[in-house]
């Protein structure tokens, strides 16, 4: 079982930056790949990024080269850092957990969320 807890949503304007933090329960953390996602009102969750066991990385096109995702095992967190931010870039984004040693880019795949955290850019 892990419990996963995200923070560091809120309203930014075009252009600003923010950092998502996602705390996980349990021992095991090191053993998941971790993912965040998003959804946006009317719209499918969609994956933004992912980080492997390893380290290995996933972005989706439209957050390349702005979106880092990290993760620290020691703490057992996994952080999402957004800059460059654009309207579009607004949702609710979410932390999930997928126990699997490779990278999955859908919802259906990851085995424990958190509740979601609010990300508006808006001037």
């Known amino acids: 079982q892990v419990q996963l807890v995200e923070s560091g949503g809120g309203l930014v304007q075009p252009g600003g930056s923010l950092r998502l933090s996602c705390a996980a329960s349990g021992r095991t953390f090191s053993t998941y790949a971790m993912g965040w996602f998003r959804q946006a009102p009317g719209k499918e969750r969609e994956i933004v990024a992912a980080?492997?066991?390893?380290?290995?990385?996933y972005y989706i096109d439209s957050v390349k080269g702005r979106f880092t995702i990290s993760r620290d095992n020691a703490k057992n967190t996994v952080s999402l850092q957004m800059n460059s931010l654009k309207p579009e870039d607004t949702a609710v984004y979410f932390c999930a957990a997928d126990y699997t040693p490779v990278i999955r880019t859908t919802a259906r795949s990851y085995d424990y969320w958190g509740q979601g955290t609010q990300v508006t850019v808006s001037s």
């Open positions: 980080i492997s066991r390893s380290g290995g990385t």
